[in-house]
């Protein structure tokens, strides 16, 4: 799992989701575009295990997620049927 952190409204988010704006964003996204409670479970678990692998192979914060760390993430993970 990653490190998490505390966030100022009290909710714990990946280490790697830094600066107020940057939580925020991260909230909104999971409370108010996700609607459906298992979807969100879903996504937040996903998106959960994607940040941790950031965070070990040293991506600084989410600013600097790309497509290649996505691409290089998915390969392994979701492989092509």
Known sequence: MSQIV?????????????GERAQLRFLEFFTAQIRNPNTRRAYARAVNEFLSW??????????????LHVATWIDPHHPAV
């Open 54 to 67: 950031c965070h070990s192979v040293g991506v600084p914060d989410l600013v600097a997620v790309g497509p």
């Open 6 to 18: 505390p966030s100022s409204s009290g909710v714990s988010l990946p280490a790697i989701v830094t």
